[in-house]
């Protein structure tokens, strides 16, 4: 592309649309290949160093760290987020979550969330998705997707919700405590490098960190997920009706209680219910399936809508995991929990543990719901499959609560992904070199029972066993006795 292909037509400062259908320049090429090799005089360094050069370079505005929308003018935040590829694929994959703007500790504990300047610059933003390769320069770097984005009215009310939460525990004096498993959709995430200076906050002594208020990387996988499916390299919901998708709640409810309480209200009336029952209480009929604890739980939270709310929006934005756990006649887990495979590539690519996948994993906001077993009580289930009854120990709802992993814990689950990394990058991808469950440590590696024997591509070349991440049971224990049900 020449240059004067994208000089030669200048957008309307004022209007979104014409910013956007400006950057499709911008697709398939990098600022170098735009710009020349003049555009080395204005290399920028960090996160936001592209996003600056996009700015100054290809839309000619001054880059400034004012407060308020890159195009102020149209209301509209520039953004520049990177995509990774996998080794073994031409799937991309969203690196990190989008940071909006930093938290001053300060201003957030005495502003609401409609005179925020989090609200003036992110409500609609241009969102530039760009190839990461470990080592290349920024102005290499090549754009793949362009997306409009507006945040539409029922995020927008949950992300009120947790800015909320985040500006209650600044006013608390618990700023050095905040967690982005606090959130649905907005996380309060830490910034800056290891061994930077703490912050002051306004109503403790107690220094905390510096963090910024982003979109989560759960939040990004949809939004990303929307302009793949388009099949284009671009896509926008400006001033557009929003597609209909399966949704927990609606924006109106939102208006009057937030998400998890809603959510928790619709377990309260089946506490002490064993599955037959709550089939009975759902209008559904009992059926033999191992799924079947985590099915109920999904159409209790759904309203009845659906068993699979991981497939819902809310969920798909925000990363919520549910957890069904069925405690054995002692009061504690059966088993340990496990979570996804461990994907080798990502553990390489990222060194940082903030980007990780683990990390947004174990920051991600949990649904825990808890079955307790009824000493000698037992249930009966017609199995169609095998036409025949199967009889089966009795276990009643006991308990509901949201959780997020304490500050302490995410301590350990750092030592935890270490230990994964080293094991990774000296290709020692074996079950002995990983933590074990003996170990006592709160997490543990090993496989799946459905995939002992499967194996994933290595790193290093060649096949290796495939591995997942795990709480230990006593650690599920400890999460379960030390939090208090919301739906008694």
Not at 159 to 172: F, G, N, P, Q
Not at 244 to 265: C, T
Not at 299 to 321: D, T, V
Not at 441 to 470: E, I, L
Request: aromatic share 10%; with cysteine; hydrophobic share 35%.
């Amino acid at each position: 592309m020449q240059d004067a292909d994208f000089r030669a037509e200048q957008p309307d400062r004022t209007d979104p649309l014409s910013i956007y259908n400006y950057s499709r320049y911008l697709i398939g090429e990098s600022l170098r290949s735009l710009i020349g090799e003049c555009v080395d005089e204005h290399i920028r360094k960090g996160k936001g160093g592209l996003g600056q050069m996009v700015e100054e370079l290809f839309f000619g505005y001054d880059a400034n760290s004012k407060r308020e929308a890159d195009f102020a003018e149209a209301g509209l935040e520039l953004k520049c987020t990177p995509l990774t590829r996998h080794k073994d694929g031409d799937l991309l994959r969203i690196k990190e979550r989008l940071v909006c703007t930093m938290i001053d500790y300060a201003e957030i504990a005495g502003t609401k969330f409609e005179d925020s300047h989090l609200l003036a610059k992110c409500r609609i933003m241009l969102l530039l998705f760009y190839l990461h390769i470990s080592g290349q320069q920024v102005a290499d770097s090549r754009f793949i997707y362009r997306v409009l984005w507006q945040l539409p009215k029922k995020d927008l009310l949950l992300i009120s919700r947790d800015y909320e939460t985040i500006a209650a525990k600044v006013r608390e004096g618990k700023a050095h405590l905040l967690s982005e498993g606090d959130t649905i959709y907005l996380g309060a995430c830490r910034k800056g490098q290891k061994g930077d200076r703490l912050q002051p906050q306004p109503y403790s002594d107690i220094p905390a960190a510096k963090r910024a208020f982003s979109l989560k990387p759960a939040y990004m996988r949809y939004i990303l997920a929307h302009v793949v499916e388009s099949g284009q390299n671009h896509y926008t919901n400006y001033s557009k009706p929003e597609k209909p998708v399966f949704e927990l709640v609606e924006a109106g409810q939102l208006k009057v209680k937030s998400f998890e309480e809603i959510i928790l209200d619709r377990f309260r009336p089946f506490t002490g219910l064993n599955y037959v029952e709550i089939c009975d209480r759902l209008g559904i009929e009992p059926y033999q399936a191992k799924s079947k604890y985590a099915d109920v739980c999904g159409l209790i939270a759904s309203n009845n809508a659906g068993k699979r709310i991981s497939e819902s929006e809310e969920f798909i934005k925000s990363g919520i995991i549910m957890k069904t756990v069925r405690l054995g006649l002692n009061g504690k887990p059966r088993e340990s929990m496990s979570f996804k495979n461990i994907d080798y590539n990502e553990v390489i690519e990222n060194e940082e543990w903030t980007d990780s996948e683990l990390y947004e994993l174990f920051t991600s906001r949990f649904l825990f719901v808890v079955f307790r077993p009824v000493q000698g009580e037992k249930i009966s289930i017609y199995n169609r499959r095998t036409s025949r009854v199967c009889v089966e120990q009795s276990y009643v709802l006991d308990k509901v609560f949201f959780w997020t992993m304490p500050p302490e814990d995410l301590e350990r689950a750092k030592e935890y992904r270490d230990n994964i990394r080293t094991c990774v990058l000296n290709n020692e991808i074996r079950l002995k070199s990983f933590w074990s469950i003996s170990d006592h440590r709160s997490f543990h590696v090993r496989p799946k029972a459905t995939n002992s024997q499967q194996k994933t591509s290595n790193p290093h070349g060649g096949m290796c066993d495939r591995f997942c991440y795990w709480f230990n049971g006593d650690y599920v224990h400890k999460i379960i006795e030390s939090s208090t049900s919301n739906v008694q």
